[in-house]
């Protein structure tokens, strides 16, 4: 069984409780590999066409009589790709593995109507400075380019919905649903939830508006003037890392990121209109905005509000630039 995301759907969340649920995972029959690194190396593994990996986990969840969970949200994009052994897709790759092995395969995907998606998956990928633009111009070259942030789900998941052998389960990712972990278990026949502990704290919080107005600015900064940093990762975990304490002791969560504008919504909403309709109809038997209502833009502070406040935002750039500056701390020598 795959869940595969897609991006920006609580799979960082879903992940930390499954991880935390693994005497329950595996009284329900389900082996769920416990490092979030079993399971990118098993993404790796089927990049590389290299079934060892996998064969190893569905053996071992076949001889404990259950059946094997790998969550990756990245596998939302990566199924899609071309196959490195031959014509045909990764998935394709992956469907010839189980048919020889004598298994299906389960996939679940969390989909999320596109505004809501996009205005998340920048905060995401600006506070960890994997890129320089403002929101309107991410929004523009998502919409034409796809990339990384690609959201048609027609063109995602044509080839699994025109697959009989796949058993699949698109869950609409909305505010006021239940708990994400425990609607995925339900959808691969997990019913009595009774056992499944919570987490003590919800992951990968937005960390608002001030946090993504100040990374704007480290960013710009980096790719123009510090291009050594730009392409440092581990100065860039530093600078995250600086970037959330200070979210997180200023409290900034509570002004959550908002870049939509009427103007992007009607841009996004004319590129993926037909698509959604669908997608939708086909899969759930109804209209898109039957399940995601149109967003209404909200009037939410974007930029500092005083120049007292822009002082001081401006001050916080700096201090999150010096702490990727900083040399990476030195092991201590016991």
């Keep these: 069984m795959l869940h595969v995301g897609i991006h920006k759907t609580a799979s960082t969340y879903i992940q930390h409780r499954l991880k935390a649920n693994q005497p329950f995972l595996r009284q329900q029959g389900l082996l769920y590999p416990r490092r979030r690194c079993e399971h990118l190396q098993l993404v790796k593994a089927l990049r590389h066409g290299d079934w060892q990996p996998w064969e190893q986990l569905l053996r071992s969840?076949?001889?404990?009589?259950?059946?094997?969970?790998?969550?990756?949200?990245?596998?939302?994009?990566v199924l899609m790709e071309p196959s490195r052994q031959g014509p045909g897709t990764m998935l394709a790759d992956l469907l010839q593995l189980l048919t020889r092995m004598g298994m299906q395969l389960e996939l679940v995907a969390f989909i999320r109507d596109q505004p809501a998606?996009?205005?998340?998956?920048?905060?995401?990928?600006?506070?960890?400075?994997?890129?320089?633009?403002?929101?309107?111009?991410?929004?523009?070259?998502?919409?034409?380019?796809?990339?990384?942030?690609?959201?048609?789900?027609?063109?995602?998941?044509?080839?699994?919905?025109?697959?009989?052998?796949?058993?699949?389960?698109?869950l609409p990712f909305r505010s006021g649903e239940t708990d994400p972990c425990q609607r995925l278990l339900q959808a691969?026949?997990?019913?009595?939830?009774?056992?499944?502990?919570?987490?003590?704290?919800?992951?990968?919080?937005?960390?608002?508006?001030?946090?993504?107005?100040?990374?704007?600015?480290?960013?710009?900064?980096?790719?123009?003037?510090?291009?050594?940093?730009?392409?440092?990762?581990?100065?860039?975990?530093?600078?995250?890392?600086?970037?959330?304490?200070?979210?997180?002791?200023?409290?900034?969560?509570?002004?959550?990121?908002?870049?939509?504008?009427?103007s992007l919504?009607?841009?996004?909403?004319?590129?993926?209109?037909?698509?959604?309709?669908?997608?939708?109809?086909?899969?759930?038997?109804?209209?898109?905005?039957?399940?995601?209502?149109?967003?209404?833009p909200p009037a939410m502070p974007m930029r500092p509000r005083s120049r007292e406040e822009r002082q001081q935002l401006l001050a916080l750039v700096d201090d999150v630039l010096m702490e990727g500056f900083q040399p990476a701390s030195a092991p201590v020598q016991g």
């Design 117 to 170: 998606y996009l205005n998340s998956r920048y905060t995401q990928l600006l506070k960890r400075f994997y890129l320089s633009l403002t929101f309107p111009r991410y929004v523009q070259q998502t919409l034409l380019h796809g990339g990384e942030s690609r959201c048609d789900y027609m063109e995602m998941f044509s080839e699994v919905l025109d697959r009989p052998e796949v058993r699949c389960h698109f």
């Design 61 to 77: 969840a076949e001889r404990k009589g259950g059946r094997a969970l790998v969550s990756a949200e990245i596998l939302s994009l």
């Design 265 to 296: 919504l009607i841009q996004i909403e004319e590129r993926y209109r037909s698509s959604n309709d669908l997608f939708a109809r086909r899969v759930w038997g109804c209209g898109w905005r039957e399940l995601f209502p149109r967003p209404i």
């Design 188 to 262: 691969i026949g997990v019913s009595d939830l009774e056992g499944l502990t919570p987490l003590p704290a919800e992951a990968n919080i937005q960390p608002g508006w001030q946090a993504v107005w100040i990374a704007q600015r480290v960013s710009r900064q980096l790719a123009e003037q510090h291009p050594h940093a730009w392409g440092d990762s581990s100065a860039k975990l530093r600078m995250r890392e600086r970037l959330e304490r200070l979210a997180a002791e200023q409290g900034w969560q509570a002004e959550p990121f908002q870049g939509l504008t009427e």
